[in-house]
């Protein structure tokens, strides 16, 4: 129950489908804000770490050229690479981070469509 809403028809948890989709050899990302009240990266982070994954990259910032200012570039978030996962932040998003950054958001899927969902050459 979340809310007034009585959600039946969802599993409780994402982490046994994340699981299953990861092991049949889809490549999954999940991302969010990082001013996300709704969703902590803290809690998100825990979540994935409950998989129990292969670290292939350790939390690192992923950068972007910055459009309006002078410096080459600025931090746009932040990421790690699991076995099969990609996790990644948005620096200055909520919850719903194509609302709050949509050029970076473009650039992310962009990116990860390529197959390299940490590449961010411009948003």
């Not at 200012?69 to 948005?90: E, M, P």
Request: proline share 3%; glycine share 8%.
């Amino acid at each position: 129950r979340i809310g007034k809403y009585n959600w039946k028809d969802s599993p409780r948890t994402m982490m046994d489908v994340y699981h299953e989709l990861i092991h049949s050899g889809l490549r999954i990302w999940m991302f969010s804000g990082d001013t996300n009240g709704a969703l902590l990266i803290t809690v998100t982070r825990m979540s994935i770490n409950a998989l129990k994954l292969a670290t292939l990259r350790p939390w690192h910032a992923c950068f972007v050229k910055c459009l309006l200012a002078f410096v080459n570039k600025h931090v746009a978030g932040w990421t790690q690479d699991y076995a099969g996962l990609t996790y990644v932040t948005v620096r200055g998003a909520g919850h719903e981070v194509p609302l709050h950054k949509p050029k970076l958001t473009l650039a992310l899927v962009k990116a990860f469509l390529s197959g390299n969902s940490t590449k961010l050459a411009s948003a």
